[in-house]
Nanobody, 125 residues
Framework: QVKLIESGGGLVQAGGSLRLSCVVS????????MAWFRRAPGKEREFVAA????????QYIDSVKGRFTISRNNAENTAYLQMNSLKPEDTATYYC??????????????????WGQGTQVTVSS
């Protein structure tokens, strides 16, 4: 069974930075696109960023473009999200996931059924 463990969240002032990590077990991420999602209080989980298997392609929602960078280390089965110039509206629980299908890159990321506990990011103004 796929297991995802997110870490790296915390409390940071607006303008600060955090680097999130996502360690995956039970699946070789080298076969899968990866993505980060977030859920703010009272809101639905939303897509944030995705990266293709070999990191050739990336995709971001408009609100984080130029501030967040998604990356991956297939040898360590880990994905990352570098978040700079954080804003209070970035406050959320952040989750990662693999695509539900291997060896695809598509305009609409389709996450697997398993989710981790997430990591909390709180940005103070």
């Amino acid at each position: 069974q796929v297991k995802l463990i997110e870490s790296g969240g915390g409390l940071v002032q607006a303008g600060g930075s955090l680097r999130l990590s996502c360690v995956v077990s039970g699946r070789a991420i080298s076969d899968y696109s990866m993505a980060w999602f977030r859920r703010a209080p009272g809101k639905e989980r939303e897509f944030v960023a995705a990266i293709s298997q070999s990191a050739v392609y990336t995709q971001y929602i408009d609100s984080v473009k130029g501030r967040f960078t998604i990356s991956r280390n297939n040898a360590e089965n880990t994905a990352y999200l570098q978040m700079n110039s954080l804003k209070p509206e970035d406050t959320a629980t952040y989750y990662c996931n693999t695509d539900r299908a291997p060896r695809v890159w598509r305009s609409y990321f389709s996450p697997g059924d398993n989710w981790g506990q997430g990591t909390q990011v709180t940005v103070s103004s």
